[in-house]
């Protein structure tokens, strides 16, 4: 038995900790094709336990159908919608709850084996706890999110999808920076520098360039505005205003996807200037220059294929590749920020 006082590091701690952040990457992936097939609304109960199976007889299905029938969203945008149209639906959100479940046991039956074991660093438990709080947290959160569009709406509310995926993607980057953490052991000293700095800062833009990437997908503002690089032939939108400041930001079509081509041009800008950086650079040391190349490339690729989406209206392969994209992005700002930090 490993005592927690003889390594600050695990292998298998690590292993384990990169499949679960592969699996919620998964679990990103097959959100966002839950979104782009308008099917998050099709399960309108909350149910934790028994939410785990699915419908298991025609008496089943049409109960679930009876229950969709009664939300906004099928007599406003489904109406007419047949059983067989309405289990393709369902059959998305399913998956992505069962997703989520699997997530959670993937985290929690390791943990309690690993912990017993003795084989997590000490300094690496606060936080797996904290890790297994934050993806309880995601849950409750996405039926927060749910409930929002079973009343009043025909869709999900922006503001709350936006704090599901910020959500998802703060999990996913805390799950790879603490899976480093446990490959590597703990820094011998950490080094603030421009680069370690910059890297931080780098990973903030990223992960807000993806908050508002999530309010495009909540009012669907990639659905419209699909010349570039202008709107419509203007600089800034016709809609751009809304009744207020919030009603601009988090609701306004026009606004929300100006924001996110900002963002994505200065981010693009960023990437430029630290691939020019990193190359010029005979003092950084070799994996964190591959990394900031990697980040730099793969921010221009996510550049690109957002543009791309977009012309083309936005097709559920493509925006499904968007997210996937960002994630990855993400993933590998999170560990150049990891490594810079270190000498």
């Known amino acids: 038995m490993t005592s ?12 384990w900790l990169f499949i679960v952040a592969a ?3 998964a679990m990103v992936v097959v959100g966002g094709a839950t979104r782009l097939t308008d099917s998050g609304l099709s399960i309108t109960e909350w149910k934790p336990v028994t939410g785990a199976l699915p419908p298991m007889s025609a008496q089943d299905w049409n109960d679930e159908f009876a229950l969709y029938k009664e939300i906004p969203q099928y007599a406003q945008l489904n109406q007419g919608m047949s059983l067989d149209q309405f289990k393709a639906i369902y059959w998305w959100e399913w998956s992505h709850r069962l997703l989520g479940r699997l997530v959670g046991a993937a985290f929690a039956l390791p943990f309690a084996y690993f912990l017993v074991r003795r084989e997590i660093p000490r300094r ?3 936080r797996c706890v904290g890790l297994f709080a934050l993806g309880g947290l995601q849950g409750a959160v996405g039926w927060w999110m749910v409930a929002s569009g079973l009343s009043e709406r025909v869709s999900v509310a922006p503001e709350r999808l936006m704090v599901h995926l910020g959500l998802a993607f703060a999990l996913l980057g805390a799950m790879v920076w603490t899976a480093l953490d446990a490959w590597n052991g703990a820094a011998r000293q950490t080094l603030p520098s421009p680069w370690s700095r910059g890297a931080l800062a780098l990973l903030g833009l990223i992960f807000l360039q993806i908050l508002l990437g999530a309010l495009v997908a909540g009012t669907d503002a990639g659905l419209v505005y699909n010349d570039w690089p202008l709107m419509n ?3 800034i939108p016709t809609d751009y205003a809304g009744a207020s400041i919030w009603a601009t930001i988090a609701h306004s079509q026009g606004a929300v996807q100006l924001h996110h081509r900002l963002g994505g041009y200065l981010l693009t800008v960023v990437a430029i200037a630290m691939i020019w950086a990193a190359t010029r650079s005979r003092y950084l040391p070799f994996d964190t220059k591959v990394l900031a190349l990697a980040v730099g490339a793969s921010i221009i690729l996510q550049a690109i294929l957002g543009v791309i989406t977009l012309v083309f209206g936005v097709p559920i392969w493509l925006g499904i590749a968007h997210q996937l994209v960002a994630a990855l992005v993400l993933s590998l700002a999170v560990a150049l920020a990891w490594r810079a930090r270190r000498p």
């Open 4 to 15: 927690f006082l003889r390594s600050d590091r695990s292998r298998p701690v690590a292993v």
């Open 23 to 25: 699996l919620v990457l």
């Open 124 to 126: 690496l438990i606060g």
């Open 233 to 235: 032939g203007s600089l």
